[in-house]
């Protein structure tokens, strides 16, 4: 069984839908990057997953083991917390909060967990810096720490990427891929670099005026991808002359 | 000195620095969050409501005046959360809108139907703070412990969410935190906090007890704790500083723990500026 499926999904404000029909299942092990438009609902798609807000139509089913506040969520940055005064431990064991449930304090295996995912992460030397005097690509590691607290089998991440340098980027998505082929993290992305999608991605799921869902081999030669391959490579040929 | 520790055995006195220190430590743990979140204008709006609600208070004659002002500003705590976080009306606007209506309301009130002889008094005293401060029953100091106990009693239990939320929101709600709850929880003790502040600093000048020392501890420390703790220590210093002082050179108690709060704050900024260097 999936862990994640969507049937028939219908997504927009108010009212009026954005985008719809949306079906498609996420297996244990994937890599599925969510490619489109700016406004085309990705990042509306990614709310409703979570359960931050509801479908117009159709469902979404957690399955294969997995609860919904099990997945560990990457967002993207908001302006409170560039200046946030808080150290890189406090940050990543706060991805252990639905473990503690109401309890006041977090256990030992808790803080286990986090020193852990600080360890695996390179940040262990940064444990007691403060986040806003970390570099963006240091930051972005903070919170992929503070997810995989959260999570064991499914990683979420919105434009993970946004606003680093070539070189931190092409680490990070080395670090995901990672975390994807060894430790067998589910990986679900964001983003509107399909170049970098169509490196990493085990499967597809493009958004927009048309909806293509399926494997990146599938997507390479489906409508929506043939046509970014043009789009590419006459962009490429323009640069050249 | 000697007058000081005279005026130091007067219970009237004693019940005034308990309830300052009191206050002063629940409205700066609150002041962490509020400055982080960006609602600090949320507080002061809300004591701008409970300046409008003692004015209707007054008027009414009630013997109780807190049975009218504690509600209604709990209630106006509720809305005005509701209406920052709805992107259609302006939140910040509409929180000016508020907090101005209330007080052009409230000094109109006292206006109209003036309690005493002395109505640019009673304004001054409410918005200034008063000498009601050292007119303290002995039920107002047991009123004000109780609800301060719970306030730090209840961001103490709920720290690690309360940071949890304040920092990132959606991943807190995403981990299945209610955080409509704790932002709920953190706006009903900022009102109350500031319904008891009141008699202590008056209206105006409430909201330099929430924000001055959490920002000042913001200039120095890096971790949230090491914020909160400090935030609590520099301002529970501070308003016994002032109040000290206040009572040693017969100045306005409320200007004169505000004046501490600004000199806190001048030392700990080149106190920052010197670390970062």
Known sequence: MAQLTC??????????????????????????????????????????????????????????????????????????QRDFPASVREIVLSGCQSRAGLRPFYNRAEKKLAADNMEKLGLAPLAKR???????????????????????????????????????TADFYRLIADLNARDGITVIMISHDVSA????????????ERVFFGTRDGYLRSGPGREYLRLRGSAKGGGAT | MSKLSLYLQYPFVQYALIVGTLIALCSSLLGVTLVLK???????????????????????RLSDDMALVLPVTVLCAVLLLRVGQNAKIQGDASVAMISVGALAFGYLLMNLFP??????????????????????????????????????GAFAFFYNK???????????????TNAGLYNLLVAVMIAVIIVLAMNLVGSLLISALVIFPALSAMRVFRSFRAVTVCSAVLSVCCALAGMLAAIAASTPVGATIVAADMAAFAAFSAAGALRRR
């Open chain 2, 38 to 60: 960006r609602f600090s204008f949320i507080g002061d709006g809300l004591s701008h409501v409970a300046f409008g609600a003692m004015a209707v208070a007054g008027v009414l």
């Open chain 1, 130 to 168: 403060c986040y806003r005097e970390l570099s963006g690509g240091q930051q972005q590691r903070v919170l992929l720490a503070r997810a995989l607290c959260a999570t064991r089998k499914l990683l979420l991440l919105d434009e993970p990427v946004t606003g680093l340098d070539p070189k931190v």
């Open chain 1, 197 to 208: 999608a169509l490196r990493y991605a085990s499967h597809i799921l493009h958004i927009g």
């Open chain 1, 7 to 80: 049937r028939g999904l219908s997504l927009g404000y108010e009212g009026r839908e954005i985008v719809g029909g949306l079906t498609f299942a996420v297996n244990a092990g994937d890599f599925l990057c969510i490619v489109g438009e700016n406004g085309s609902g990705k990042s509306t798609l990614m709310k409703t997953i979570l359960g931050l807000r509801a479908p117009l139509g159709g469902e979404i089913r957690a399955g294969d083991g997995l609860k919904r506040n099990e997945i560990g969520y990457l967002p993207q940055q908001t302006a409170v």
């Open chain 2, 115 to 152: 309690t005493s002889s002395n109505v640019s008094g009673d304004v001054c005293s409410t918005l200034f703070g008063s000498t009601s401060i050292l007119t303290l029953s002995l039920r107002d100091v047991w009123l004000c412990s109780v609800l301060s106990a719970v306030s730090v």
């Open chain 2, 162 to 176: 309360i940071f949890a939320v304040t920092f990132d929101e959606s991943f807190a709600r995403a981990a299945g």
